[in-house]
């Protein structure tokens, strides 16, 4: 009797582990730029006193009264440091964070498959297939938990969600669709590129990894020979479309993911070959 085998248990065994392995580093970072975020919002919401005067008291001379003029202006000298402060950490933190989980899931996937644990994980009984797809998705989920982080600090830095909606109608005037379909065209645009990016830097890794030496040439020259190849599919697929005249907006965005798609599995492929044929460990 054949027994048909379930990849998903295993698969989800590998999801499991890689995103215990990577929450260490990750949720204390995503944590430290919500906690920046909200101080920032909060020193953004601190309101003069000269808005709930009565009528007919001037500003000046309230605060003239109620605070001596060195001690009101040194005040307000401190919080505007503070806040600056704030502002330049917050910047700084969304671009390290942005850098630093890209970083760390190729070096998450380096040090698993192509480093010291990789003698132990390939010894498994689990397949080449069930490896990457756990490690992609667990790499994917990171991605989104960036992006949702990323989301969420941006609305405590001003408690005003007026911003996300301002931007969507935007985009639904400048594409001519619908708000829904923006909020949807966003997710999938999203999703593909992320999976085109991870499958890139794996790619970038496993080649890499066949060199017996001078790895730091070798990965600049992968990733300049991808670049170029991917660039050229890119200038095909766009000469072929101004060919065929597609004035639609969803026409073009679907030869854009169909295209993210199509080179995605491309890396695949490449990544599971040399593991499965030319990896030498």
């Not at 204390?28 to 009528?55: D, F, H, M, N, T």
């Not at 300049?224 to 095909?236: A, E, P, R």
Request: proline share 2%; net charge positive; aromatic share 14%.
């Amino acid at each position: 009797m054949l027994i048909m085998r379930n990849p998903f248990i295993k698969i989800g065994k590998v999801f499991k582990y890689e995103v215990k392995s990577s929450s260490r580093i990750f949720l204390p970072l995503y944590g430290v730029l919500c906690v920046v975020a909200l101080l920032l919002g909060l020193s953004g919401l601190q309101k003069p006193k000269s808005e709930k005067l009565p009528l007919g008291i001037t500003n000046v001379s309230y605060m003239n009264e109620q605070y001596p003029s060195s001690t009101f202006e040194n005040f307000s000298i401190q919080v505007s440091s503070v806040k600056s402060a704030l502002i330049f950490l917050y910047g700084a933190l969304i671009i390290a964070i942005i850098v630093l989980t890209i970083a760390l899931l190729i070096k998450r996937f380096r040090k698993s498959m192509l480093g010291d644990e990789a003698y132990l994980n390939l010894s498994l009984p689990v397949t080449i297939s069930e490896h990457l797809w756990g490690r992609i998705l667990a790499s994917l989920m990171w991605a989104f938990l960036c992006f949702i982080t990323i989301f969420v600090s941006v609305f405590l830095t001003s408690f005003d969600p007026s911003i996300y909606k301002q931007l969507i109608i935007s985009l639904s005037n400048g594409l001519n669709i619908s708000k829904g379909e923006v909020i949807l065209v966003l997710i999938l645009m999203y999703s593909f590129s992320s999976i085109f990016l991870i499958l890139f830097c794996y790619c970038i890794e496993s080649i890499t990894h066949l060199f017996a030496s001078h790895h730091s040439l070798a990965k600049a020259c992968t990733t300049i020979v991808l670049l170029i190849v991917t660039s050229k599919f890119s200038n095909i697929v766009l000469d072929l479309t101004r060919n065929i005249r597609m004035d639609s907006f969803y026409a073009n965005f679907w030869t854009a993911i169909l295209s993210l798609i199509f080179i995605s599995a491309c890396f695949y492929t490449a990544i599971y070959f040399i593991f499965k044929k030319g990896l030498n460990l």
